[in-house]
C-alpha cells in the first residue's frame, strides 16, 4: 500500500508576524501566524511548522505563546523550531504545545543533543532541520536561516543526524526557496537515497506540476509548503484533488 504524502504549511516567523522572502532573505510580512494556521487547519492541512525565522539574533526562541495560542484551536501536529539549543529548550516549547521539535543549529554545534532528545523524548519527536546550498560538486549545510555556512555536506549530515536518533529530516533548499520555480529535485533525491526516516521536501514551490515533479521522482513523505498558501497561489483542496487525481495518496480534506 503507497503511504500517505503530508501536506505542511511552513509558517517562518519574525516579530510575531509570518514572513516570506527568496533565499530566505528579503523578508515580508504575509500575516498573523494564527490566524494562518487556524485558515490551513480548517482547509485540510496535514501539520504546520512554525519557525522562528530570527531566533539565531537572539539566542532563543520566541514563538512559545504563538504556539500556545494554535493549539486551543489547531487539532494537526505542530512542529517549532528555530532557536532550540538545549533540553531545556525543547520542554518549553513541548509544554507550549508542540507535538515536534525542529532543530538546525543546536544538533549542528551539539549532534549528541540529537541523542539526548531522542532519547527522553522519543525520535518521533525531532525533526532535524537541513538548510543546503549548492556547493560546486556537493551541498553544504547551513544555519542561521542560511546565512552561515558549516562546511559540512549535507548527505553525510542527513545520515549521522538519522544515526544519532533524528526521527525526521526537514530538508530546505535555500538555493530554490521563495523562486517558485520548483523543489531542488537532485538535492532531495540525495537525502532520501541515503535515510530511512522521513524527509520532508521545502523550498522552491510554486506550482501543482511541481508537486508531481517531486513526488513521482523521488521516495519522499512530505512536503513543506509556504509561497503557494500564502499567495493564494493554490489552496489546499485544490493541491489534494491534483494529487489524488495523480494517484497520489493524501489524506482527504
Known amino acids: 500500500m503507497k ?27 504575509v500575516g498573523n501566524p494564527n490566524e494562518l494556521a487556524l ?68 544538533a549542528l554545534i551539539n549532534p549528541q543533543l540529537i541523542k539526548e532528545a531522542s532519547r527522553i523524548i522519543g525520535s518521533q519527536s525531532i525533526v532535524i532541520s537541513i538548510e543546503a546550498k549548492k556547493k560546486n560538486s556537493f551541498w553544504e549545510a547551513y544555519v542561521d536561516s542560511g546565512r552561515e555556512p558549516t562546511g559540512m555536506d549535507v548527505v553525510d549530515w542527513a545520515k549521522q543526524a538519522e544515526n544519532l536518533g533524528a526521527g525526521e529530516i526537514l530538508l530546505t533548499s535555500v538555493d530554490m526557496d521563495g523562486t517558485k520555480k520548483g523543489f531542488d529535485i537532485e538535492l532531495i533525491s540525495r537525502v532520501v537515497d541515503v ?24 521516495d519522499i513523505d512530505g512536503i513543506a509548503v509556504a509561497s503557494m498558501l500564502h499567495y493564494n497561489i493554490n489552496s489546499i483542496r485544490e493541491i489534494k484533488n491534483y494529487l489524488s487525481e495523480k494517484n497520489i495518496n493524501v489524506r482527504k480534506c
Not at 80 to 102: E, F, H, P, T, Y
Not at 202 to 214: A, K, T, V
Request: hydrophobic share 45%; proline share 2%.
Open 3 to 29: 503511504k500517505n504524502i503530508r501536506l505542511i504549511a511552513r509558517l517562518d516567523i519574525k516579530n510575531d508576524f509570518v514572513i516570506k522572502g527568496i533565499h530566505l532573505e528579503g523578508l515580508r510580512k
Open 39 to 106: 485558515k490551513y487547519f480548517n482547509e485540510g492541512i496535514d501539520e504546520i511548522v512554525f519557525m522562528d525565522a530570527v531566533a539565531s539574533l537572539y539566542g532563543r526562541n520566541n514563538l512559545f505563546h504563538i504556539i500556545e495560542k494554535a493549539c486551543e484551536n489547531v487539532f494537526v501536529p505542530i512542529a517549532v523550531g528555530g532557536g532550540i539549543r538545549s533540553i531545556s529548550d525543547i520542554s518549553q516549547s513541548l509544554v507550549s504545545g508542540a507535538d515536534k521539535l525542529v532543530i538546525n543549529t543546536g
Open 195 to 218: 535515510v530511512s526516516i522521513p524527509v520532508i521536501a521545502s523550498g522552491g514551490c510554486g506550482s501543482l506540476e511541481h508537486l508531481n515533479n517531486l513526488i513521482s521522482t523521488v
